[in-house]
């Protein structure tokens, strides 16, 4: 995580975080919310399953148009 944003207007105060694609991984194996977890701690957990998902998938695209430019 090298770059964080903030946003300091009033009434819209929010940090954007970019987050490496092999941090997301991490991140989910040492997140384990209990059953008193806020909600948004659930949805942070889903966003990041999402982009791992999304990753796995970008990383299957790239390896099979790796194997087809060696044809």
Not at 20 to 34: C, K, M, N, Q
């Amino acid at each position: 995580m090298d770059l964080i944003y903030t946003n300091h207007r009033h009434g819209e105060r929010r940090i954007h975080i970019e987050i490496d694609e092999h941090e997301v991984a991490d991140i989910l194996d040492d997140v384990a919310p209990g059953p008193e977890a806020f909600a948004a701690t659930g949805r942070f957990i889903e966003i990041l399953r999402e982009s791992h998902r999304r990753f796995a998938a970008d990383r299957q695209c790239d390896a099979v148009e790796t194997e087809t430019s060696r044809t």
